[in-house]
Structures are given as C-alpha cells and as structure tokens.
C-alpha cells in the first residue's frame, strides 16, 4: 500500500504525503513522527539505539489508525541513511517530507574534547544530516518539504562546555539558507526550527542544565517536544507553501 492509497475518514493537510523523521524514536523526534501521522502522513522513522521505544512510536500511530514504520539506521553511518531513504520511497512510493531530527550532544572544555567525540558529533549532526537531505532531494517533487531540527544554542549559549554541539547546530543553519537556493526552483522549501530549552531525554526538564538556563526562559518553563513537532507540522503542510529558508525559534524567548 503507498501513502497516496493509505485510507483517512476526513481530510487532514498531510493526506497522501510520506514522511520520514530521523531519530524519532525519542523525545522531539518521536513527538514529530506522531504529529506528522496525526495529520495524516505516512509516517518512517529511524532508530538507532532504541528499538523498543521506535517499536512503541509505530504501535501508537497504527493504534491511531495511521501508517507507520521503524527503520534502524545510525545516523552517523551514510550508508545506512541513504538505505532508510530506499527504504521509505519502497514502502510508501514516495518522499515528500524529511525531517532531520537525528543528533547527539557531546562535549565539555574546548581543550578537553576528545578529537573522536569530535568526529562522531560531525558524522550525526552534520554529515547524517547532508546525506539524508541529498538522498531524499532524488526523490521529492514539488510541494517537497526538508525540515532541519537546529538548536537556538546557534544563537545564544547559556552555559560553556557546548562549543562543540553549536559548531554542529550553526553549521545546519548555514546549510539551510543556502540549501533553498538549489531546491527552491523544484519547488521543495527547506526551513530549520531551533528549539529551545526543552524537556527531552537529553536535556530533561530538572535535569542540571534545566538549573542554569531555567531562569532565562521568559515564559517561566521548559518546551514540550509536542510544542515542537508543532511548528515542524506547520513547515510540512500546505499553509508554509511560501515559507522557505528560515530559522524558526522555538524557544519560550529564552533568546529574545
């Protein structure tokens, strides 16, 4: 069954569309993949250490009556992203939204970072993300979304020892604005969301960052990965049509 021929009972804005979110076993990823399906897309998601929490992501969408699979792919491994991109378009019959969600966060002292924690944090964040983009570039047509989860530490950094994540970060919004002029006259848009503080496995909310940048957080809290996959929903449907190139901070104003 392709995504065009996935049965819905009513109209939702991402009927027919075939999505794949990576790194959306957890967290904002996860939030993203079950958003997207509630909206009607034929949902993908890649995994790399966490099968069972992929497994409950797809078991809730189908639960939901929609369409969903997981696929296990290190995000740092191109071989294996540009298999889950085959994989997606051989299941669905086509690629219509990526979200590059997959990332880790490594880091410390600039003079204490582990040249291999280095290369690792590169070949997730930022080669995971370029070989996923290019991959699915082969297969969408117009109305084609690519949708990049940054980091509003791009932007404001509350806190030292991230030097080496927002290397990563900043390297994806550079990407993005001139990705657009490739794929602009395709008609595919390409936006980044940069989320803030929020409550994820990674960053919980409590958690020892949540002790520093808590206070900064204008509207008093931490961001729920829902909020996000939010304004990733709106990136992917046909309202954001004319919505290409931007950095879309998510962030409670933490960076106002």
Do not use: C, W
Not at 14 to 42: C, F, H, N, Q, Y
Not at 185 to 197: A, F, K, L
């Amino acid at each position: 069954m392709t995504a065009s021929q996935y049965p819905l009972t009513r109209h939702l804005p991402l009927t027919g569309k075939a999505a794949l979110v990576t790194g959306g076993s957890r967290s904002i990823g996860a939030a993203i993949a079950k958003r997207l399906a509630a909206d009607g897309a034929a949902v993908a998601i890649t995994y790399s250490a966490s099968p069972d929490k992929a497994a409950e992501v797809v078991a809730t969408i189908t639960a939901d009556g929609g369409l969903a699979i997981a696929i296990e792919a290190d995000a740092g491994n191109p071989g294996a992203v540009r298999a889950a991109i085959e994989r997606t378009v051989a299941e669905f019959g086509s690629l219509d939204i990526l979200v590059n969600n997959a990332g880790i966060a490594l880091g410390g002292p600039i003079e204490a970072i582990d040249f291999r924690d280095y290369e690792r944090m590169i070949a997730v964040n930022v080669t995971g993300t370029f070989v996923a983009t290019q991959e699915a570039a082969r297969h969408m047509t117009t109305g084609g979304r690519i949708i990049n989860i940054g980091s509003s530490m791009a932007r404001y950094a509350a806190f030292g020892g991230a030097s080496l994540y927002t290397l990563t970060k900043g390297a994806i919004a550079g990407f993005n604005r001139s990705l657009v002029r490739d794929l602009g006259p395709r008609g595919i848009t390409v936006n980044t969301v940069h989320p803030g503080p929020t409550d994820t496995d990674m960053n919980p909310d409590g958690g020892p960052v949540s002790q520093i940048v808590g206070p900064g957080m204008a509207i008093g809290r931490y961001g729920k990965p829902h909020e996000i996959a939010s304004v990733v929903a709106y990136l992917a449907s046909p309202e954001a049509s004319f919505v290409t190139g931007a950095d879309l901070i998510a962030d409670g104003g933490f960076t106002a």
